[in-house]
């Protein structure tokens, strides 16, 4: 299986494509195979357990590998996703590979509980957004041979998968632009990357998340001041942080750090979760709260002081790393 390569927000997976069906006319750099189905209201088939726990486990074994070396930003569901879009197009030993990665045993099953999960997730209201998107990106033609696409897998990438497809030209710069004008309309022009496609790929699949969400106690504009922001060779920088007090609220004390969650007005909550000092923050240990439980026999109820740096960065896209 071809690396993966993910960093913000976006997820693109290079692979091998082929099939027999729907040809695409050469109009553009990208041609739209299929529109993806936006979902206009919630359905009553909630995801089953196993896929919740499936996705669980793949989240945590992922991040210790993407975020060990690095800082970052790491959207499991995404990457899960792309993974699934990729599984359920896939045959043989690499469909078995990808589903034992998945967490499910048939390519079906997945394919089903990827399209409700996507549907119980997708969330478009005055006080909160969570807008997940896909696009799959498939090479036109191979050493000058146009590529007949599989029907059957367009229709399940655009009516399971809420992707849209379509027919691309690898060899040209154009189709760099339109896949990152596409990043930019999914994100609400907050993220515009710039990188390049090579003549060897065959396919690319893209995912975007977008979320807005009101914080339940608003952070006050008084309160942002100057302070230091601690890197992890043991140098500061100093930036402006938001600053607020909690006067009851849930929080965990694990063996090497503090977890707290800010409630939020859709009835989430944003986690934070703070290392002892001194000590290096692993994914493997908190894994045990990750489920149903997440304070648990430790957990505390009590007095919050948050303080979250206030910064904005522009967006880094490398899709070639070392």
Sequence with gaps: MKRV?????????????????????????????????????????????????????????????????????????SLYFALALTASGAKGETQTELLSLLGLEQAEELTRECARLYNRLYTDTDVSQLLISNSLWLDREVLGQDIAFNQD??????????????????????????????????????LKPQFQVSPGQAMSIINTVYFYAEWTSRFGEEETKEDTFHLKDGSGVSCPFMNQTLLRNNFY?????????????????????????????????????????????????????????????EPVFDPHPP
Excluded: H
């Design 5 to 77: 390569i993910c960093l913000m927000l976006v997820f693109a997976l290079a692979l091998a494509a082929g099939g027999c069906g729907k040809k695409a006319e050469k109009t553009s750099a990208a041609t739209l195979l299929g529109a993806a189905a936006v979902p206009k209201e919630k359905s009553g088939d909630l995801p089953e357990e196993r896929i919740s726990a499936a996705l669980s486990d793949f989240s945590y074994a992922a991040a210790c590998r993407l975020l060990s070396e690095e800082n970052g930003n790491y959207s499991p569901v």
């Design 153 to 190: 897998y367009i229709d399940t990438a655009t009516g399971d998968f809420y992707s849209s497809v379509f027919a691309a030209d690898f060899s040209g710069a154009k189709t760099a632009e339109e896949m990152s004008e596409w990043i930019f309309k999914n994100t609400k022009g907050k």
């Design 253 to 313: 004390i694990g063996e090497d750090y503090v977890r707290a969650g800010l409630p939020l007005r859709n009835g989430g909550e944003m986690i934070l979760i703070l290392p002892d000092e001194g000590e290096p923050l692993l994914f493997s240990s908190l894994r045990p709260i990750s489920r149903k439980t997440p304070y648990g026999r430790r957990g505390k109820n009590g007095q919050v002081a948050v303080q979250l740096p206030a910064q904005n960065r």
